[in-house]
Protein backbone atom coordinates (compact mmCIF):
# COMPACT_ATOMS: atom_id res chain seq x y z
CA UNK A 1 0.00 0.00 0.00
CA UNK A 2 0.99 3.45 -0.92
CA UNK A 3 2.44 4.88 2.34
CA UNK A 4 0.39 8.76 1.71
CA UNK A 5 -2.38 5.99 1.62
CA UNK A 6 -1.63 4.27 4.74
CA UNK A 7 -1.16 7.71 6.62
CA UNK A 8 -4.44 8.68 5.32
CA UNK A 9 -5.92 5.81 6.56
CA UNK A 10 -4.40 6.25 9.92
CA UNK A 11 -5.40 9.88 10.28
CA UNK A 12 -9.04 9.04 9.33
CA UNK A 13 -9.02 5.93 11.57
CA UNK A 14 -7.44 8.41 14.61
CA UNK A 15 -10.20 10.99 13.65
CA UNK A 16 -13.18 8.34 13.84
CA UNK A 17 -11.82 7.16 17.06
CA UNK A 18 -11.84 10.73 18.76
CA UNK A 19 -14.86 11.31 17.44
CA UNK A 20 -15.99 8.27 18.45
CA UNK A 21 -14.47 8.75 21.91
CA UNK A 22 -15.85 12.48 22.62
CA UNK A 23 -19.34 11.03 22.00
CA UNK A 24 -18.85 8.49 24.89
CA UNK A 25 -17.54 11.06 26.86
CA UNK A 26 -20.65 13.41 26.46
CA UNK A 27 -22.87 10.33 27.24
CA UNK A 28 -20.93 9.76 30.62
CA UNK A 29 -21.79 12.95 31.74
CA UNK A 30 -25.03 12.76 30.81
CA UNK A 31 -25.49 9.61 33.10
CA UNK A 32 -23.83 10.91 35.90
CA UNK A 33 -25.84 14.18 35.85
CA UNK A 34 -28.97 11.90 35.62
CA UNK A 35 -27.59 10.43 38.82
CA UNK A 36 -27.11 13.60 40.81
CA UNK A 37 -30.62 14.47 39.30
CA UNK A 38 -32.52 11.82 40.77
CA UNK A 39 -33.39 13.40 43.79
CA UNK A 40 -35.68 15.97 41.45
CA UNK A 41 -37.06 13.27 39.11
CA UNK A 42 -37.62 10.09 41.49
CA UNK A 43 -41.09 10.75 43.51
CA UNK A 44 -42.88 13.15 41.17
CA UNK A 45 -44.67 12.55 38.35
CA UNK A 46 -42.72 11.44 34.66
CA UNK A 47 -40.90 14.04 32.75
CA UNK A 48 -40.33 13.27 29.06
CA UNK A 49 -36.84 14.16 28.78
CA UNK A 50 -36.52 13.91 25.45
CA UNK A 51 -33.95 15.29 22.70
CA UNK A 52 -35.60 18.33 22.52
CA UNK A 53 -34.69 18.86 26.06
CA UNK A 54 -31.67 20.22 27.99
CA UNK A 55 -28.88 17.76 28.27
CA UNK A 56 -28.93 16.46 31.82
CA UNK A 57 -25.10 17.97 32.07
CA UNK A 58 -26.65 21.38 31.42
CA UNK A 59 -29.28 21.04 33.76
CA UNK A 60 -27.17 19.51 36.37
CA UNK A 61 -24.86 22.84 35.68
CA UNK A 62 -27.68 25.07 36.00
CA UNK A 63 -29.20 23.98 39.49
CA UNK A 64 -25.57 24.06 40.71
CA UNK A 65 -25.25 27.47 39.74
CA UNK A 66 -28.65 28.17 41.37
CA UNK A 67 -27.72 26.62 44.31
CA UNK A 68 -23.63 27.26 44.70
CA UNK A 69 -23.42 30.84 43.36
CA UNK A 70 -27.22 31.87 44.83
CA UNK A 71 -29.00 33.25 41.89
CA UNK A 72 -32.70 34.73 42.80
CA UNK A 73 -33.75 36.34 39.15
CA UNK A 74 -33.90 33.67 36.39
CA UNK A 75 -34.47 34.60 32.50
CA UNK A 76 -35.55 31.53 30.39
CA UNK A 77 -35.90 31.88 26.20
CA UNK A 78 -37.30 28.73 25.17
CA UNK A 79 -39.52 26.52 28.57
CA UNK A 80 -38.93 22.58 28.80
CA UNK A 81 -38.56 20.35 31.29
CA UNK A 82 -35.41 22.44 32.83
CA UNK A 83 -38.35 24.85 34.00
CA UNK A 84 -39.95 22.00 35.77
CA UNK A 85 -37.02 20.57 37.47
CA UNK A 86 -35.95 24.05 38.32
CA UNK A 87 -38.96 24.79 40.00
CA UNK A 88 -38.65 21.65 41.62
CA UNK A 89 -35.60 22.77 42.91
CA UNK A 90 -36.60 26.18 44.30
CA UNK A 91 -39.55 24.53 46.19
CA UNK A 92 -37.56 21.65 47.65
CA UNK A 93 -34.69 23.52 48.46
CA UNK A 94 -36.89 26.97 49.61
CA UNK A 95 -35.20 29.07 47.86
CA UNK A 96 -36.07 32.81 47.60
CA UNK A 97 -35.74 32.86 43.93
CA UNK A 98 -38.04 32.84 40.82
CA UNK A 99 -38.05 31.88 37.30
CA UNK A 100 -39.54 33.98 34.26
CA UNK A 101 -40.25 31.96 31.50
CA UNK A 102 -40.16 32.72 27.43
CA UNK A 103 -42.53 30.37 25.27
CA UNK A 104 -43.61 31.05 22.10
CA UNK A 105 -45.97 27.60 21.61
CA UNK A 106 -49.54 27.86 23.38
CA UNK A 107 -49.97 24.63 23.34
CA UNK A 108 -46.90 23.77 24.93
CA UNK A 109 -47.14 26.66 27.38
CA UNK A 110 -50.21 25.42 28.62
CA UNK A 111 -49.22 22.15 29.18
CA UNK A 112 -46.19 23.73 31.48
CA UNK A 113 -48.52 25.65 33.61
CA UNK A 114 -50.82 22.65 34.08
CA UNK A 115 -47.39 20.55 34.78
CA UNK A 116 -46.31 23.23 37.16
CA UNK A 117 -50.01 24.01 38.80
CA UNK A 118 -50.10 20.04 39.58
CA UNK A 119 -47.10 20.24 41.35
CA UNK A 120 -47.61 23.63 43.25
CA UNK A 121 -45.49 25.44 41.80
CA UNK A 122 -46.31 28.25 39.94
CA UNK A 123 -45.32 30.85 42.87
CA UNK A 124 -41.78 29.80 41.29
CA UNK A 125 -42.46 30.46 38.05
CA UNK A 126 -43.79 32.88 35.51
CA UNK A 127 -44.83 31.59 31.82
CA UNK A 128 -44.75 34.62 29.37
CA UNK A 129 -46.14 33.43 26.30
CA UNK A 130 -45.49 35.52 23.45
CA UNK A 131 -45.58 34.62 19.57
CA UNK A 132 -42.17 34.66 17.27
CA UNK A 133 -41.87 37.89 15.13
CA UNK A 134 -39.49 39.09 12.70
CA UNK A 135 -36.35 41.42 13.99
CA UNK A 136 -33.54 43.06 13.06
CA UNK A 137 -30.56 42.16 14.14
CA UNK A 138 -26.87 42.50 13.59
CA UNK A 139 -26.56 39.68 11.42
CA UNK A 140 -29.49 39.82 9.70
CA UNK A 141 -33.26 39.48 10.35
CA UNK A 142 -34.82 36.32 12.40
CA UNK A 143 -37.59 35.40 14.06
CA UNK A 144 -37.78 35.57 17.60
CA UNK A 145 -39.92 36.68 20.85
CA UNK A 146 -42.42 39.27 19.89
CA UNK A 147 -40.22 42.16 21.61
CA UNK A 148 -42.60 44.71 22.79
CA UNK A 149 -44.80 42.14 23.65
CA UNK A 150 -42.02 40.40 25.91
CA UNK A 151 -40.32 43.98 26.79
CA UNK A 152 -43.75 45.00 28.43
CA UNK A 153 -43.89 41.96 30.45
CA UNK A 154 -40.50 41.89 32.00
CA UNK A 155 -40.39 45.45 31.78
CA UNK A 156 -37.26 46.82 33.92
CA UNK A 157 -37.06 43.69 35.68
CA UNK A 158 -32.85 42.40 35.95
CA UNK A 159 -32.18 38.78 36.48
CA UNK A 160 -28.57 36.98 37.43
CA UNK A 161 -28.89 33.97 35.63
CA UNK A 162 -29.94 33.60 31.67
CA UNK A 163 -30.74 30.66 29.88
CA UNK A 164 -30.84 30.84 26.54
CA UNK A 165 -32.55 27.40 24.75
CA UNK A 166 -34.84 28.95 22.49
CA UNK A 167 -36.75 29.90 20.09
CA UNK A 168 -35.86 26.89 17.53
CA UNK A 169 -32.49 27.40 15.75
CA UNK A 170 -31.46 24.14 14.22
CA UNK A 171 -31.54 24.95 10.49
CA UNK A 172 -29.54 26.74 8.51
CA UNK A 173 -32.28 29.33 7.90
CA UNK A 174 -33.15 30.09 11.99
CA UNK A 175 -29.47 29.62 12.88
CA UNK A 176 -29.47 33.34 14.44
CA UNK A 177 -32.24 32.86 15.89
CA UNK A 178 -31.02 33.10 19.44
CA UNK A 179 -29.06 36.39 18.75
CA UNK A 180 -31.61 39.02 20.20
CA UNK A 181 -31.28 37.66 23.52
CA UNK A 182 -27.89 39.19 23.51
CA UNK A 183 -28.42 41.83 21.50
CA UNK A 184 -31.27 43.63 23.26
CA UNK A 185 -31.35 42.20 26.46
CA UNK A 186 -28.14 43.55 28.31
CA UNK A 187 -29.97 46.53 30.26
CA UNK A 188 -31.47 43.72 32.21
CA UNK A 189 -28.67 41.59 32.91
CA UNK A 190 -27.33 42.41 36.81
CA UNK A 191 -23.74 43.38 37.22
CA UNK A 192 -22.83 39.99 38.40
CA UNK A 193 -24.47 37.55 36.27
CA UNK A 194 -24.36 33.76 34.38
CA UNK A 195 -25.68 33.20 30.72
CA UNK A 196 -25.74 30.21 29.65
CA UNK A 197 -25.75 29.31 25.86
CA UNK A 198 -27.40 25.75 24.42
CA UNK A 199 -26.21 23.91 21.19
CA UNK A 200 -22.81 26.16 21.30
CA UNK A 201 -21.62 23.10 19.04
CA UNK A 202 -23.79 24.34 15.96
CA UNK A 203 -21.79 27.06 13.16
CA UNK A 204 -25.36 29.43 14.21
CA UNK A 205 -24.43 29.58 18.08
CA UNK A 206 -20.87 29.89 17.50
CA UNK A 207 -21.45 33.43 15.80
CA UNK A 208 -23.61 34.34 18.78
CA UNK A 209 -20.24 33.49 20.82
CA UNK A 210 -17.88 35.38 18.62
CA UNK A 211 -20.43 38.09 18.88
CA UNK A 212 -20.79 38.59 22.65
CA UNK A 213 -16.91 38.00 23.45
CA UNK A 214 -15.92 40.53 20.57
CA UNK A 215 -18.73 43.31 22.18
CA UNK A 216 -18.32 41.82 25.74
CA UNK A 217 -14.22 41.45 26.80
CA UNK A 218 -14.85 41.75 30.13
CA UNK A 219 -17.33 38.69 30.41
CA UNK A 220 -15.47 35.16 30.65
CA UNK A 221 -16.38 31.97 28.46
CA UNK A 222 -16.52 28.50 29.09
CA UNK A 223 -17.90 25.65 27.52
CA UNK A 224 -19.32 22.81 29.00
CA UNK A 225 -19.29 19.35 27.99
CA UNK A 226 -19.52 20.59 24.10
CA UNK A 227 -22.68 21.81 24.10
CA UNK A 228 -23.44 24.35 26.95
CA UNK A 229 -21.86 27.92 26.42
CA UNK A 230 -21.17 29.46 29.76
CA UNK A 231 -20.57 33.47 29.79
CA UNK A 232 -20.06 34.89 33.60
CA UNK A 233 -18.95 38.68 35.01
CA UNK A 234 -17.37 37.31 37.79
CA UNK A 235 -16.15 33.62 38.87
CA UNK A 236 -17.24 32.72 42.01
CA UNK A 237 -17.99 29.15 42.97
CA UNK A 238 -17.87 26.56 39.64
CA UNK A 239 -20.59 24.74 39.75
CA UNK A 240 -19.45 21.98 36.91
CA UNK A 241 -21.33 19.00 38.23
CA UNK A 242 -18.26 16.32 36.66
CA UNK A 243 -14.36 17.27 35.92
CA UNK A 244 -11.84 15.02 34.39
Known amino acids: MN ?4 IKNALKNSNKSYIELKHHRKKSDDIYSLAILQSLL ?3 PYL ?3 GGALRPVCIAYILNEIIINQRQHILEFGSGI ?3 IMARLLKKNGLNAR ?3 VEHNEAWANNLKTYLKNEDLLQFVEVVR ?3 KEITTSMGAVHWYDYKALSMAIKEMTFDLIIIDGPPANTSKLKHSRLPALERFAPNFKADFCLVLDDVHRKGEQDLVAFYKGKNKNVSYEIISETLGVFRTTNKFNPIPIHY
Not at 3 to 6: A, G, Q, S, V
Open 3 to 6: IFLK
Open 42 to 44: VGY
Open 48 to 50: PLN
Open 82 to 84: STI
Open 99 to 101: IVT
Open 130 to 132: VDL
